[in-house]
């Protein structure tokens, strides 16, 4: 009895959801999506569509992946939901098999949510108990959810609303195409210091960090950054924690972490999207002695670690190893990349080109010298290439970026298919 059509799927919408969840539609002529498999959507009319977006990142192994299903399928049937009150292996397992994902040589703990932004809100109570001090870093650009304390974190204007609570203290992130302080990364550390001496205390919870921004525009932090980051934040009683809800999973193709590209170990990583591969899961993994600290006072979420969802992060971890997962990020991630280099050689519009495995992303300026950002150009390549079939997303503060970041089963004929899409795009946009 359900109706598949755009009209009346829209007039549901219109009528029955709050404007939150009613307006945030990308494209110009919303798209009612019937089916996935692997890198592939259709809609209602069977018109097929390569996904470069993954739903959102929460996409890793790829849709409706049969391993992952079927894993979640079978736990749903035996028993659907079981609280951390009672004891049940199976997110006991994949406690373990995260936890042996993390740097060697530290003890690491789990606390499993359903989201990215309650495992963002955990961490940020889970710091301020350990340390003691109430003031947070964040970078200006960055994204760490809807909930109130995530708010409280997030730089970019149109994602916070008023009344978010406060103690939160915000760097310039290190965009080495146009931040601030140019390229480099000591101008950027520096800031960090001159921050905790002038808008904080003085002694710090600690920085919250994606090792590479998702809506901020695919920002990736520069070489030493995330490093000189957590010896700046420990030199004043705080703590390291990396977001890798976008970044994590393999997807930057060189490393399981981001934060692995630069030798970081964080003392507290907070995971989502595609942890589930679609199934809603989120965690924060810490050293022992930090996610420990919460053991006198309740925290407990309701539907933390329940063995549907946890059977879906061990599978989407198997089809990771199974299938060569990251490796299959870093070679198709590497030869879009360079597909995406040659577009800018042809295409005046397109100002950089960044970004690392799959998670890759191209900025569109006015003029390559003042590096003016160009939402227009960019909301039109993004609507051109829908009409083509391939769903991309409009990113950054000014809204001049096309992300990339879509299942990691991404293939090279797959690389053909996009690059061409949108060099097709660029050319009939810019005519
Ligand atoms: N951190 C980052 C980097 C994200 O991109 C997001 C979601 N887009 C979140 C946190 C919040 O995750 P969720 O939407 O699952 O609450």
Same mark, same amino acid.
């Given at each position: 009895?359900?109706?598949?059509?755009?009209?009346?799927?829209?007039r549901?919408?219109n009528?029955?959801?709050?404007a939150?969840?009613r307006?945030?539609?990308?494209?110009?002529?919303?798209?009612?999506?019937?089916k996935?498999?692997?890198?592939?959507?259709?809609?209602?009319?069977g018109?097929?569509?390569?996904?470069?977006?993954?739903?959102?990142v929460?996409?890793s192994?790829?849709h409706?992946h049969?391993t992952?299903?079927?894993?979640?399928?079978?736990?749903?049937?035996e028993?659907?939901?079981?609280?951390?009150?009672?004891?049940?292996?199976?997110?006991?397992?994949?406690?373990?098999?995260l936890?042996?994902?993390?740097p060697?040589?530290?003890?690491?703990v789990?606390?499993?949510t359903?989201?990215?932004s309650?495992?963002?809100?955990?961490a940020m109570v889970?710091?301020?108990?350990y340390?003691?001090?109430l003031?947070?870093?964040?970078?200006?650009?960055?994204?760490?959810?809807?909930?109130?304390?995530?708010?409280?974190?997030?730089?970019?204007?149109g994602?916070?609303?008023?009344?978010?609570?406060?103690?939160?203290a915000?760097?310039?992130?290190?965009?080495q195409?146009?931040?601030?302080?140019?390229?480099?990364t000591?101008?950027?550390?520096?800031?960090?210091?001159r921050t905790?001496a002038?808008?904080t205390?003085?002694?710090?919870?600690g920085?919250?960090?994606e090792s590479?921004?998702?809506?901020?525009?695919?920002? *990736?932090m520069p070489?030493?950054?995330?490093? !000189? $980051?957590?010896?700046?934040?420990? #030199? &004043? =009683?705080?703590?390291?924690?990396?977001?890798?809800?976008?970044?994590g999973?393999g997807?930057?193709?060189?490393?399981?972490?981001?934060?692995?590209?630069?030798?970081?170990?964080?003392d507290?990583v907070?995971?989502?999207?595609?942890?589930?591969n679609?199934?809603?899961?989120?965690?924060?993994?810490?050293?022992?002695?930090?996610?420990?600290v919460?053991? *006198?006072?309740?925290?407990?979420?309701?539907? !933390? $670690?329940?063995?549907?969802?946890c #059977? &879906? =992060?061990?599978?989407?971890?198997q089809?990771?190893?199974?299938?060569k997962?990251q490796?299959?990020?870093?070679q198709?991630?590497g030869?879009?990349?360079?597909?995406?280099?040659?577009?800018?050689?042809k295409?005046?519009?397109?100002?950089d080109v960044?970004?690392?495995?799959?998670m890759?992303?191209i900025e569109?300026?006015?003029?390559?010298?003042?590096? *003016?950002?160009d939402?227009?150009?960019?909301?039109a390549?993004?609507?051109?290439?829908? #009409?083509? =079939?391939l769903?991309?997303?409009?990113s950054?503060?000014h809204r001049?970026?096309?992300?990339?970041?879509?299942p990691?089963?991404?293939?090279?004929?797959?690389?053909?298919?996009?690059?061409?899409?949108?060099?097709?795009?660029?050319?009939e946009?810019?005519?």
């Amino acid at each position: 009895d359900i109706d598949w059509t755009v009209e009346e799927t829209a007039r549901r919408r219109n009528t029955y959801y709050a404007a939150s969840q009613r307006k945030f539609v990308p494209f110009k002529d919303p798209l009612v999506f019937r089916k996935g498999s692997m890198q592939y959507l259709w809609d209602a009319e069977g018109k097929k569509y390569t996904d470069l977006l993954g739903m959102n990142v929460c996409i890793s192994v790829g849709h409706s992946h049969p391993t992952v299903v079927n894993a979640a399928m079978a736990q749903a049937q035996e028993l659907t939901h079981c609280t951390t009150m009672f004891y049940h292996p199976v997110p006991a397992h994949f406690a373990e098999e995260l936890a042996a994902t993390m740097p060697q040589g530290e003890e690491w703990v789990v606390h499993f949510t359903n989201s990215g932004s309650e495992a963002i809100d955990l961490a940020m109570v889970m710091a301020r108990t350990y340390t003691g001090n109430l003031d947070l870093l964040a970078l200006r650009t960055a994204y760490h959810g809807p909930t109130s304390a995530a708010q409280s974190l997030t730089g970019i204007a149109g994602f916070r609303h008023p009344g978010m609570p406060g103690n939160v203290a915000f760097v310039a992130e290190p965009n080495q195409y146009r931040g601030i302080f140019g390229p480099g990364t000591e101008p950027y550390l520096d800031e960090i210091e001159r921050t905790i001496a002038s808008a904080t205390t003085g002694r710090v919870a600690g920085i919250f960090v994606e090792s590479v921004q998702g809506y901020g525009g695919i920002v *990736e932090m520069p070489r030493g950054y995330m490093s !000189g $980051a957590a010896e700046r934040v420990r #030199a &004043a =009683g705080g703590l390291y924690i990396a977001d890798e809800v976008q970044s994590g999973f393999g997807r930057t193709g060189d490393n399981m972490w981001g934060f692995e590209a630069d030798g970081v170990v964080p003392d507290i990583v907070v995971m989502a999207k595609g942890i589930g591969n679609g199934f809603p899961l989120g965690a924060v993994v810490a050293k022992k002695a930090i996610g420990d600290v919460m053991a *006198e006072k309740f925290m407990f979420h309701t539907y !933390g $670690a329940n063995p549907t969802s946890c #059977a &879906a =992060g061990r599978a989407v971890l198997q089809v990771i190893r199974e299938e060569k997962t990251q490796e299959n990020a870093r070679q198709v991630g590497g030869a879009l990349l360079a597909r995406l280099k040659d577009l800018q050689q042809k295409h005046a519009s397109i100002g950089d080109v960044r970004g690392r495995g799959l998670m890759l992303a191209i900025e569109m300026v006015k003029d390559r010298r003042t590096r *003016e950002p160009d939402a227009g150009v960019t909301a039109a390549v993004f609507e051109n290439c829908r #009409a083509q =079939g391939l769903i991309l997303s409009k990113s950054g503060p000014h809204r001049s970026v096309l992300r990339m970041v879509p299942p990691m089963c991404l293939s090279m004929a797959d690389v053909e298919v996009v690059a061409e899409g949108i060099d097709r795009a660029f050319t009939e946009v810019t005519a």
